[in-house]
């Protein structure tokens, strides 16, 4: 296990067994991420890729009022604004990010700009009943340029889309739901427990092939189709032909849940 990085106190980092929560600590600031935020978010979703006993990461915010609120807009103030994007993997570490394990956001409260681009680029969103999200940069002479402005043309309808962006409106996590772009809406005060709890039913099957599935998704989703079913026929025969494949046919077969080699390294 990879010795746990000296975070800002503005990240905390725990374990609930196999998941890894990183949380982001500045209630006062509705969770706005400064440099500092960011940078550290990203070493704690380092760390959680790199610790073979991590299956899963949830993120979330601390308080009920915010998830993030985005960039520091007062640093911003100062020192320009980007400087909270980190290289290769953007806002918080996450926007441009292509994480291997699944990444569940535990929206505690308003996603908003930046917060809002992190969830979305999130495998899953647990969100609170009061949470609220959106992407207001274009009432602030900017845009959603970290991802939002993209991840939403990939998975909404035009016009839905450009409804969300050209707003700049806050939208209730319901709305969200509806549109597909959140998972779960459940009360303020589970939705940590409810995003650990989904993550935990995730990672009751293979880790591996939760991984694979991941990167054929991300294939499928970039390349054309053939592209997307040629690499399904280069991974195809070794995962059919793996420890947990066979596992998971004999206890089928046996009518007992399989006990499949999660948390080592395959």
């Known amino acids: 296990m990879p010795d746990l990085p000296v975070l800002p106190p503005t990240v905390r980092y725990e374990r609930r067994g196999a998941v890894a929560i990183i949380r982001i600590d500045r209630p006062e600031l509705r969770n706005a991420a400064d440099r500092a935020t960011s940078y550290g978010v990203h070493q704690a979703l380092c760390h959680a890729e790199a610790d073979d006993s991590v299956g899963a990461i949830v993120l979330t915010g601390t308080g009920e009022r915010a998830f993030c609120a985005g960039m520091d807009l007062k640093e911003a103030s100062q020192v320009g604004s980007g400087t909270g994007l980190v290289p290769g993997a953007g806002f918080l570490g ?86 597909g772009l959140v998972n779960r809406v459940v009360p303020g005060e589970r939705v940590l427990d409810e995003a650990v709890a989904l993550a935990e039913e995730v990672l009751a099957n293979s880790w591996h092939c939760l991984r694979l599935a991941k990167q054929l998704y991300e294939v499928a989703r970039d390349e054309t189709l053939q592209a997307a079913i040629d690499w399904g026929h280069r991974h195809g025969p070794a995962l059919m032909n793996s420890a947990d494949s066979r596992e998971g046919i004999a206890a089928f077969n046996q009518g007992r849940d399989a006990n499949f080699a999660n948390g080592t390294r395959i």
């Open 94 to 179: 996450v926007t441009e990010r292509r994480c291997p394990k699944p990444l569940i956001a535990a929206v505690n409260g308003a996603a908003v700009a930046g917060g809002c681009e992190a969830a979305l680029a999130c495998d899953l969103v647990v969100a609170a009943d009061h949470a609220v999200f959106g992407l207001p940069e274009i009432r602030r002479g900017m845009v959603a340029f970290a991802g939002g402005v993209q991840r939403l043309a990939q998975i909404l309808p035009r016009q839905k889309a450009f409804e969300v962006i050209f707003s700049g409106a806050h939208y209730p996590a319901q709305a969200f739901a509806a549109l």
